[in-house]
């Protein structure tokens, strides 16, 4: 297993997480999602474990608590020194009917910090991530609700999920400025099948030194191939998320089978090895509902596909043109990272 920073903090995660979101099952939307019981939790967790994982992603809202109760279970049925493994969570969604139990204020956050380490049994998380932006609360009211708890000791970093780059760079100036912890890692939906991070993310990622932590990376399932054409049963047939245009996932699958074939090993297999690979990328997060399906993702920290490989990939799934990018892609010419000297010409 491969170590890699996270931001600018001198913490050093897994380059495979293990998420569980497909933990608990409370209601019949979670339950689509995955149903995976406090036994399996602690296989999965000890599978990951003796793999070289030492980072944990969980929230709050998965199952309304159960996962990271589960979690907290886990732990302490697995028996894994606490410094060994890195736990991570999440607040910002609506946990309750109150009009305060939800979002990124002060009181919110608090209270469900509180209610996260009491499900956990912990006394700190390694990560605490904002689940979204809020724009009913100023960001300067949520960094300093954090910088609060990392004071404490109740939290030792910070991240952000699904923030637009340049709310992130607003985030980090105001932390900047004030002197206060600063969003270290950024947690984004990235896959072959959806690489819209690339645009704006990604380069933001890259310039400010931020880890990026992948969800979803085989798109809900979706890059396993079993959604294709005649295929029964799954997730995504009762919850299609994240979104995939069907044409362009079409040449992604083919691509992937492809590749898959020629190296002896699953599409998914495939698929993760490919994100791992992308620029920024700190950690991709593993959320499978069976221990198989986590035993063949874990065996894609040592895939490393060929340039070749990574190229027809790419062709297959890459991003249509949009401004500005295609009109700095014009301007870029002589004047692009790596480009030969530049010649004075006259006009």
């Not at 984004?188 to 690489?195: I, K």
């Not at 295929?231 to 079409?250: E, H, I, K, T």
């Not at 892609?329 to 004075?344: E, F, N, V």
Request: hydrophobic share 45%; with cysteine; proline share 5%.
């Amino acid at each position: 297993m491969q170590y890699r920073p996270l931001g600018r903090s001198g913490l050093f995660v897994s380059a495979l997480a293990l998420g569980t979101m497909t933990w608990g099952g409370a209601n019949a939307f979670w339950r689509n999602i995955g149903g995976t019981n406090a036994e399996g939790a602690a296989r999965q967790l000890r599978a990951a474990f003796d793999a070289g994982v030492n980072l944990v992603d969980t929230a709050d809202v998965y199952s309304f608590g159960a996962a990271e109760e589960l979690l907290g279970c886990a732990l302490r049925e697995t028996g894994i020194p606490r410094h060994d493994i890195l736990v991570a969570s999440k607040a910002r969604l609506r946990m309750g009917p109150g009009a305060n139990r939800v979002g990124l204020s002060r009181t919110h956050l608090m209270a469900a910090l509180d209610a996260s380490l009491e499900r956990l049994g912990l006394d700190h998380l390694d990560i605490w991530q904002i689940h979204g932006p809020d724009p009913l609360t100023p960001i300067e009211e949520t960094l300093r609700a954090m910088e609060d708890a990392v004071r404490s000791g109740r939290v030792r970093h910070i991240g952000a999920c699904n923030q637009p780059a340049w709310q992130m760079s607003d985030a980090l100036a105001v932390s900047d400025r004030r002197g206060w912890s600063r969003f270290e890692s950024n947690q984004v939906y990235y896959s072959l099948a959806g690489r819209d991070a690339e645009r704006e993310i990604v380069p933001q990622a890259i310039a400010h030194g931020i880890g990026l932590l992948v969800w979803s990376p085989l798109a809900g399932g979706y890059l396993s191939g079993k959604y294709r054409a005649g295929s029964n049963g799954g997730r995504r047939l009762a919850f299609d998320f994240p979104p995939v245009d069907p044409g362009r996932g079409a040449r992604v699958l083919a691509a992937l089978e492809a590749v898959a074939v020629a190296r002896g090993a699953t599409m998914a297999r495939i698929a993760l090895a490919w994100t791992l690979a992308r620029p920024a990328v700190a950690s991709v997060i593993l959320g499978a509902r069976t221990e198989a399906q986590l035993a063949d993702n874990l065996a894609a920290a040592d895939l490393v596909l060929t340039p070749q490989e990574t190229d027809a990939l790419n062709a297959a799934s890459d991003l249509p043109a949009e401004f500005p990018g295609w009109h700095l892609a014009r301007l870029g010419g002589d004047r692009a990272p790596g480009a030969a000297s530049a010649q004075a010409e006259r006009p």
